[in-house]
């Protein structure tokens, strides 16, 4: 362990003399939250604004709610909510055109909702809605009430907010380019032999990399984080230990999985392009460069993306205070280090012999 | 009698069925400085890089100071100092740090790692720019650095894999009186190197090697007599290199 302990410390010296490497990591970040951020503020402001929502009604003459029918549409358009009268009309086509996400039939003593599975959450509004009319005409209420809006419909992160955890997870992915300079020297003046002719072995070096890659990774991360983003953009991280957790996770599982093409390859230019192509794809479904809420891919190919189960774990820590996605996180989180370091072991072993 | 440091005992290297090394066996005594010659491609490296355990050999037997290395690796590294053709420093630490990363590694530490890396930068004569990172140093200085990385844990057989390639004459210099003065303090030296002057001043014994096997083996003058014919006959170790191994030219191409 003290042998790991001195080349982990002889590697933070190389890297943190390479200081433009570092001061780019920092910048590039801080430059991408804040054009990203700014980018798509206005796709989510939109994407906010679409909660809103309309409905359609008819309503027959001897219907025993014709008394309420002012206070069901004034009620209505107090929340914003679009109220359309219809005669004659086909509910299921008014609903399946999009003329109206909602359709109410009031019949002589009852009614009929039309929904669409897509607008789930706007029919339940409506069915609470109406049964509130109800209590009101059985005299429980004197009211028309309306339920909290926010509470049925899923809280949004802010592009800023969004962006800079998003970004920062995603330059965090990329960090075992830290390394980049060690294995070119390395292989260049052929330290190798000499390590290998004195007492640090394969693994000693291998763990040596990637805790000297971890810690850097860290270090930057919380000078991203609490000294800049913070200040620049007030980002809420929802249950810190809980997203410091999930972040050094993703940081040992992205510095083993980018040690495995540095370790692969002898050419420095072939690993990092290989690298950062594998790194961009899993950045690209996991919500890195569009909003994850509003991609175009189908879920089953985002899933492919471990940045994708990162990503959802710490913005939705960060809005709601817990996420579905913590448990899958932490499995495809380890699952990435035991694959990943194991294949990183074979291959420094492999290359033994000289 | 002294020690046996060395000693290889049918030692087969193959390569896509090919030997490199070819049944070499060989005896090196403390206290020597043996000299490893041969034209390129001759097996000299491949036979370094097994008695380093660079190389697991295909066949025969290594023993250093009386460990089989296969079985005693651990007893036997500590005793070894490696000091590689190529530069095997970083650029980017200083001269201080490059000799206690290295000496560190064998488990030396505090006060002692101290007295290390100092006394191995005085040997070297680079006390004065401790503090200079390597990448900054001449070719010469660099050279000088790559032999201290070496001498820190004090080993008892230094293996200088040619450590004056592209170096000015005074550098040089240095360098041999300095594998002279190692070897004076008891350190048993194997050396190798295409400049036959250099062998001639520092060795006391010799091998040549040609297409994986031992030519010839001795000290410089039992070499010089397999081809003198007249007993007052100038010969030089050139002469006797050229003799044994022709004069035909020697490309080759790493395994």
Known sequence: ?354 | MSETVVKLDGLIKKYDNKAVVDSLSLEIKEGEVFGLLGPNGAGKSTTMNMICSLLKPTAGEIELFGYDIRKNLSKVKPLIGYIPQDLAIYGNLKAWENVELFTSLYGIKGKELKNAIDESLKFVELEDKRNAFAKTFSGGMKRRLNIACALGHKPKLLIFDEPTVGIDPQSRNFILERIKDCNADGTTVIYTSHYMEEVEAICTRVAIMDNGKIVACGTKEELKNLIRKDPDEEITLEQVFLTLTGKKLRDFVEA
């Open chain 1, 1 to 354: 362990m003290s042998k790991i302990w001195i080349i982990t410390k002889n590697y933070l010296k190389l890297i943190f003399r390479t200081k433009a490497m570092l001061i780019i990591t920092i910048l590039g970040t801080l430059l991408v939250v804040a054009a990203v951020s700014s980018a798509f503020r206005t796709l989510l402001d939109k994407a906010e604004q679409e909660t809103d929502f309309s409905v359609g009604y008819e309503m027959q003459d001897d219907s025993k709610y014709k008394i309420v029918e002012s206070a069901w549409t004034e009620g209505l358009a107090k929340e914003n909510i679009t109220v359309k009268n219809f005669s004659k009309a086909d509910p299921e086509k008014i609903v399946k055109d999009g003329e109206a996400d909602v359709f109410v039939v009031f019949g002589k003593d009852g009614y009929r909702i039309v929904g669409s599975d897509k607008k789930e959450m706007d029919t339940r509004i409506v069915q609470y809605v109406l049964y509130n009319m109800d209590m009101m005409m059985n005299g429980s209420v004197n009211q028309f009430a309306f339920p909290e809006r926010s509470l049925p419909t899923e809280p949004r992160s802010t592009s800023e907010n969004y962006y800079s955890i998003v970004e920062i997870e995603y330059f965090m992915s990329i960090c075992s380019i830290f390394l980049c300079m060690i294995y070119y020297t390395e292989r260049k003046n052929n330290i190798l032999t000499r390590f290998r002719t004195g007492s640090a072995g394969s693994p000693t070096r291998y763990f040596g990399k990637l805790f000297s890659c971890v810690l850097t990774s860290w270090l930057v991360q919380v000078l991203i984080m609490v000294g800049l983003v913070s200040l620049l953009f007030d980002v809420q991280f929802g249950k810190p230990m809980v997203s410091i957790g999930i972040l050094l996770l993703a940081t040992v599982a992205y510095a083993s999985f980018g040690m495995v093409f540095f370790e692969l390859f002898e050419n420095s230019a072939v690993s990092i392009g290989l690298m950062f192509t594998a790194l961009w794809f899993a950045g690209y479904l996991g919500g890195s460069f569009e909003s994850y809420m509003y991609s175009s891919f189908s879920e089953n190919i985002k899933r492919l993306s471990p940045t994708y189960y990162v990503n959802r774990s710490l913005v939705e820590l960060s809005v709601k205070g817990s996420s579905d996605y913590l448990l899958p996180c932490v499995g495809v989180m380890l699952l990435m280090i035991v694959v990943c370091v194991s294949l990183g072991l074979i291959i420094t072993a492999k290359k033994k012999e000289v």
